[in-house]
């Protein structure tokens, strides 16, 4: 699994290793926070779908937002275990902050923002989520 990661273009790397951050299920409004946003990161997302790393969802749990999946948890797992501890800290806060802004409090959100500020060190934040 780690060689066909290793194996796409690096653009497409960097948005697949953010998106592996953000959970199994990630919105393209997160990867835009932690990689940029805009043609770059359509095209990079539709080559990751076109290379059946990632799957577009149908429909999306946050409105306005287009929905991805991973394809298999253990392309996700992979991904997740390259990225270097510090850039997980800051990816996991640039994730927090984009459901914070992007969500109601409701109940499942607030257990993924308390595991993403946990994540990124900010365990005062994430008791408020607990």
Same mark, same amino acid.
């Given at each position: 699994?780690?060689?066909?990661? &290793?194996?796409?273009? $690096?653009?497409?790397?960097?948005?697949?290793?953010?998106?592996?951050? $953000?959970?199994? *299920?990630?919105?393209?409004?997160?990867?835009?926070?932690?990689?940029?946003?805009?043609?770059?990161?359509?095209?990079? #997302? &539709?080559? #990751?779908?076109?290379?059946?790393?990632?799957?577009?969802?149908?429909?999306?749990?946050?409105?306005?937002?287009?929905? @991805?999946? @991973?394809?298999? *948890?253990?392309?996700?797992?992979?991904?997740?275990?390259? $990225?270097?501890?510090? %850039?997980?800290?800051? !990816?996991?806060?640039?994730?927090?902050?984009?459901?914070? %802004?992007?969500?109601?409090?409701?109940?499942?959100?607030?257990?993924?923002?308390?595991?993403?500020?946990?994540?990124?060190?900010?365990?005062? !934040?994430? #008791?408020?989520?607990?």
């Amino acid at each position: 699994m780690s060689a066909r990661i &290793d194996a796409i273009p $690096v653009t497409q790397r960097r948005i697949l290793l953010a998106a592996a951050v $953000v959970g199994r *299920v990630f919105w393209s409004g997160a990867l835009g926070r932690m990689e940029g946003n805009g043609t770059t990161l359509a095209e990079s #997302l &539709d080559s #990751l779908e076109a290379h059946d790393l990632i799957r577009r969802e149908a429909s999306s749990w946050i409105e306005g937002e287009k929905q @991805f999946s @991973f394809k298999h *948890v253990l392309i996700r797992e992979v991904a997740y275990a390259t $990225v270097p501890r510090a %850039t997980r800290r800051e !990816r996991h806060a640039a994730a927090a902050e984009f459901l914070e %802004t992007s969500t109601s409090s409701a109940g499942a959100t607030a257990t993924a923002l308390a595991g993403h500020w946990r994540e990124a060190g900010n365990d005062a !934040r994430a #008791l408020e989520y607990l």
